[in-house]
């Protein structure tokens, strides 16, 4: 075998825009789906899951990155050259469940979902190609309530998340109105309205991240970014560009003060007066909740990027005292996603909370008081007791205790006990022949002796403190389970 055409060994890296997510994380990622899912079930919504995998037919052109060939979306034809593509949304194919279904389901049909979904766009810092979401979504219904129970359960979620009322706020618009400001601006043929509205809706949803002077170039002639792609604009008038810049400016904590300031702008335009209408009763409904008024603000630069939205649009960010976070939740009305399927106009309403953004946050914050991997680790101090030591273990697994027995070298204790440390146990049980033939066994606090260590500064010091205590083997699993209550 010719050695110069051996094969290269692989690297040992993640995609570009993918990642590895480890055991700590995704522990608490588990304890934020289920928060999620409980206050979802309180609001009277109930779980569907579908396929990974949809028809591209069947998930439609509504990403917002429209300008790469292969629509943003990963896909490949089948054995019957079909094309299939995975899920870049849980709404899309939540339309095609709900058409295929409909028959058996109750009208509306409120539903939760969550699960990985998958972009192929650029990727930058905390933008990956797979992420998390869990939606809520209610089809069958025009009721504005159905869109005010979107920010409710968002509001619910993060303060069962431990969130105060000043940590969050919601922005809502309605994508109707800025459908009539467009009209405003004198862009009154048809066709140059639907060509060039969805480019306007997506330049104004990049605000937060390119700031005005950027929404005013893709408003304009176009942009170029950092990297030397090109993005063609909207190629507006400059009076125009300002007319729009001017209504995304209207800042006013007052929703009142601030309908009227938008109303000022979109005119007599039909379907603005229309979405001011709806967001004026989404307002009041929001209002009603009591101190929602704290929680919510209209905002005119709220659009959202994907293309199915129809009305009533919703983003809502996180701000602490020590993090920004952006945002972490956003949604709308999608009146015409199912009549895709169906021919029939279908209202419907959902929103979705960007699960890992909000994990990643709440994993960085509480990483010192998390609790570790395994409660107990029994170390090993002489091979031929390893039965006594697997006996060990079963007893404190079967009443419930994260146990781990150690299986690698047990030669080094050093090294058991540098294990047993990073993987955050609070103690380990150790036992030699001396201890098997008094029928005891050594509990080691792990946990204190971490505490301890940082103030101790000699071995007779050490000898003086509780870290470590006999008890019998009979009540090990008894003193195990009190102390881990305490």
Known sequence: MDIS??????????????????????????????????????????????PAIETVDALGKFLPDINRPNEGVFAWQDENDSWLALRYDLTAPLARAFSQHRNNLQIPYKRYGFGPVWRNEKPGPDRFK????FDADIVGTSNVIADA???????????????????????????????????????????????????????IDKLDRLGLEGVKSLLGKGRTDNS????????????????????????NNDPHKTLEEMEDLIGDSTIGQEGLSELRNIA????????????????????RGLAYYTGPVFETELATTTKS??????????????SRFTGQKVPSTGVSIGIDRLVSFLHERDSDHEKGVVDVIV??????????????????????????????????????????????????????TNEVEEDIVQIK??????????????????????????????????????LLRT
């Not at 797979?130 to 979401?133: A, H």
């Not at 909207?234 to 800042?251: E, M, P, R």
Request: proline share 2%.
């Open 325 to 338: 976070l952006g945002s972490i939740s956003g949604g709308g009305r999608y009146d015409n996603l199912v």
């Open 228 to 251: 030397g792609d090109f993005t063609e604009g909207a190629n507006l008038s400059a009076g125009q560009i300002d007319t729009i810049i001017s209504f995304l400016t209207i800042k």
């Open 130 to 133: 797979e992420f998390y979401q």
């Open 284 to 303: 009041e409904t929001l209002l009603t909740k009591g101190r929602s008024d704290l929680l919510f603000k209209i905002d005119p630069s709220v659009v």
């Open 5 to 50: 055409k051996k094969k290269a060994r692989p690297k040992a890296i993640t995609p570009r825009g993918f990642r590895d997510n480890f055991h700590s994380y995704l522990n608490k990622r588990d304890k934020v789906l289920e928060v999620v899912k409980r206050v979802y079930e309180l609001y009277g919504f109930e779980r569907l899951e579908t």
């Open 379 to 432: 170390t090993v101090m002489d091979k031929n007791l390893m039965q006594h030591y697997i006996k060990i273990a079963a007893d404190l697994r079967e009443n419930g205790i994260n146990t781990d027995l150690y299986v690698g070298n047990p030669k080094d204790f050093g090294k058991q006990m540098k294990y047993a440390d990073m993987r955050g146990a609070s103690f380990a049980i150790v036992a030699g």
């Open 149 to 203: 129970e979107m920010c409710f359960i968002v509001f619910d979620v993060l303060n069962e998340l431990g969130f105060s009322i000043g940590d969050y706020s919601t922005r809502i618009s309605n994508r109707k109105i800025l459908s009539g400001l467009i009209q405003a601006v004198k862009l009154t043929d048809d066709t140059v309205l639907r060509d060039i509205e969805l480019v306007v809706f997506r330049a």
């Open 445 to 482: 606090d792990l946990k204190l002796g971490r505490e301890l260590s940082a103030n101790i500064s000699s071995n007779e010091e050490w000898k003086e403190q509780p870290a470590q205590f006999p008890v019998k083997r009979e009540v090990l699993v008894k003193k195990i389970i009190e």
